[in-house]
């Protein structure tokens, strides 16, 4: 996977880090610096560490699964975007009070990190550096995160189903082109 795809994916992954930070700025009274960095760094860290987890647990299957692994990636990858694209058209509201405690900031990177684990799974087929991956997953979170904050407290909920969309279509089309490349069509 080129360095260009790797920084795509890594925005689209943080895609829902952004939509919750920016529900987490919006409830915030004074969105600081701090608080921003607090919620990057949860939000980061997490979507840095899941794609390393599912990295490992896709080297225990890549002998057997080889034939397969584009059609693997696309359907997790589509699966994926899918779903963020059907969050981002869904009327449900989320309430949320703007705390960053631990035990709701944990809830919330572990679940906006799931699709950053199927992700590392995927990267296990394609033989990509999982260091470098992750690392550039993780720093692009954190900034999109934190920046979400801010930009939360200042627009609120405006962005959030256009993040989610944006992010979703990016997966899908991050999925085909790897299917594509696989099968020699690109």
């Known amino acids: 996977m080129d360095i260009m795809s790797l920084f795509i994916l890594a925005a689209g ?4 880090a952004f939509a919750v930070s920016i529900c987490k700025g919006l409830a915030m009274k004074k969105a600081t610096v701090g608080k921003a960095a607090v919620a990057g760094l949860w939000f980061g860290g997490f979507q840095a560490l899941m794609p390393v987890l599912g990295f490992l647990l896709g080297t225990q299957f890549r002998r057997q699964i080889t034939a397969v ?3 693997i990636a696309f359907v997790l990858l589509a699966a994926i975007g899918a779903n963020m694209i059907k969050e981002a058209c ?10 960053l405690n631990f035990k709701e900031m944990f809830m919330l990177a572990v679940a906006t990190s799931i699709d950053a684990l199927a992700v590392g799974i995927t990267f296990a087929f394609l033989k990509v550096n999982i260091i470098t991956a992750a690392s550039i997953i993780g720093i692009i979170t954190f900034v999109i995160a934190a920046a979400g904050v801010k930009i939360g407290n200042i627009f609120g909920t405006r962005y959030k189903s256009g993040a989610e ?6 997966l899908i089309l991050l999925g085909a082109r790897i299917l594509l490349e696989h099968l020699g069509i690109l």
């Not at 992954?13 to 829902?16: N, T, V």
């Open 13 to 16: 992954l943080a895609m829902d």
């Open 69 to 71: 692994d584009h059609w």
């Open 90 to 99: 869904s009327d449900e509201e989320e309430i949320d009070d703007g705390s």
């Open 165 to 170: 969309l944006a992010g979703g279509v990016i």
